[in-house]
């Protein structure tokens, strides 16, 4: 049964700090690209980070490159620890609009897979 489960969501003041984890299992955590998505109430879901598989494959246990959305690249930073089949997203200098659900996604363009999270709420507000 593949499940994807994210923790660390929780209210924090502006300028404040929020790691989120995302426990990956029932997949080969090391073939998929890991990326942390987020939606904004009335808003669409955008991308907000990915960490590729080590060079396109399987092995290594921080993973391969990372991309982030413009308005977050200077803040946030993607990682991944495949020995413990987890992805992270530290979160700092939060500011109000970083308010959203935070999902995360597990997606193997070789496998033809992709995998979701039921979300972990981040609210940025003093």
């Known amino acids: 049964q593949v499940r994807v489960v994210e923790s660390g969501g929780g209210l924090v003041q502006p300028g404040g700090s929020l790691r989120l984890s995302c426990a990956g299992s029932g997949f080969i955590f090391n073939m998929y690209a890991m990326s942390w998505y987020r939606q904004a109430p009335g808003k669409e879901r955008e991308l907000v980070a990915t960490v590729t598989v080590t060079g396109g494959r399987t092995g290594g246990s921080t993973g391969g490159s990372t991309n982030y959305a413009d308005s977050m690249k200077d803040r946030f930073t993607i990682s991944r620890d495949n020995a413990k089949n987890t992805v992270y997203l530290q979160m700092n200098s939060l500011k109000p609009e970083d308010t959203a659900m935070y999902y995360c996604?597990?997606?193997?363009?070789?496998?033809?897979?992709?995998?979701w999270g039921q979300g972990t709420q981040v609210t940025v507000s003093s």
């Open positions: 996604n597990a997606r193997s363009a070789f496998l033809r897979r992709d995998y």
